[in-house]
């Protein structure tokens, strides 16, 4: 099994910036790529951005070239920076992990006030 847990969310200005982590433990070995995906209630969960155990990066159209994810091997941890945020990305943002089984952080609130 992969553990994940996530931090960095929290309340900012719109323009501001904030960094997400998500550190990984358990099978980490078993796990092929990673990503932040990202939901508002009462809407299906999207893909914000990947990367993969290559270190092939995909983004979501509406965050394409203000995010850049990036991931610390020695650590374990994937980054998600937010840079030049907007109303519109104030969602909870989930880890994601796919090995076996696709495996879920149990997310965190980021709040972009205009």
């Known amino acids: 099994q992969v553990q994940l847990v996530e931090s960095g969310g929290g309340l900012v200005q719109a323009g501001g910036s904030l960094r997400l982590s998500c550190a990984a433990s358990?099978?980490?070995?078993?796990?092929?790529?990673m990503g932040w995906y990202r939901q508002a209630p009462g809407n299906q969960r999207e893909l914000v951005a990947s990367?993969?155990?290559?270190?092939?990066?995909v983004y979501g159209d509406s965050v394409q070239g203000r995010f850049t994810i990036s991931r610390d091997n020695a650590k374990n941890t994937i980054y998600l920076q937010m840079n030049s945020l907007k109303p519109d990305d104030t969602d909870v943002y989930y880890c994601?992990?796919?090995?076996?089984?696709?495996?879920w952080g149990q997310g965190t609130q980021v709040t972009v006030s205009s």
């Open positions: 990367i993969s155990r290559a270190g092939i990066t």
């Open positions: 358990g099978s980490i070995f078993s796990i092929n790529g």
């Open positions: 994601n992990a796919n090995a076996d089984f696709t495996y």
